[in-house]
C-alpha cells in the first residue's frame, strides 16, 4: 500500500509558476512509476507528465511540454511538478499517482495508487 499526499495549488496569475509536491509513504517509493494527472470540470482526467523509477525517462502531454517539468527525490519519498508559464486552461484539480511499474505507465488504469488531489486556478 502506498499513501499520497499532494501539496503546492493555489491560485495564480496567467504567466505564473508553481511547485507541486507528492509526498509517498508507504511501501518502497522509488519501484514506482509515478504520473501527474489533471481534471478540469466536466473533462476527463488526462495524463500530464510522468516519469520512471530513476528518474532518467519522463513523458509530458503536448498541452504542457516546454512549461511543465516532472522530477523525483528518492531519498525523500517526494515526485514533483514544476509549472511555469501557466495558462487559464492548466486550471484543474491536480493528481499524483503511482504505477507498481519501473518505467513510464501510459493509461490511468495502469496507476494503482492516487492522491486526493490539489486544485490548481489560474487567472487570466
Known amino acids: 500500500q502506498v499513501q499520497l499526499v499532494e501539496s503546492g495549488g493555489g491560485l495564480v496569475q496567467a504567466g505564473g509558476s508553481l511547485r507541486l509536491s507528492c509526498a509517498a509513504s508507504g511501501r518502497a517509493f522509488s519501484g514506482y512509476g509515478m504520473g501527474w494527472f489533471r481534471q478540469a470540470p466536466g473533462k476527463e482526467r488526462e495524463r500530464v507528465a510522468a516519469?520512471?523509477?530513476?528518474?532518467?525517462?519522463?513523458y509530458y502531454a503536448d498541452s504542457v511540454k516546454g512549461r511543465f517539468t516532472i522530477s523525483r527525490d528518492n531519498a525523500k519519498n517526494t515526485v514533483y511538478l514544476q509549472m511555469n508559464s501557466l495558462k487559464p486552461e492548466d486550471t484543474a484539480v491536480y493528481f499524483c499517482?503511482?504505477?507498481?511499474?519501473?518505467?513510464?505507465?501510459?493509461?490511468?488504469?495502469?496507476?494503482?495508487?492516487w492522491g486526493q488531489g490539489t486544485q490548481v486556478t489560474v487567472s487570466s
Open positions: 499517482a503511482a504505477a507498481q511499474i519501473a518505467g513510464i505507465a501510459s493509461a490511468l488504469g495502469r496507476y494503482d495508487y
Open positions: 516519469i520512471n523509477w530513476t528518474g532518467s525517462s519522463t
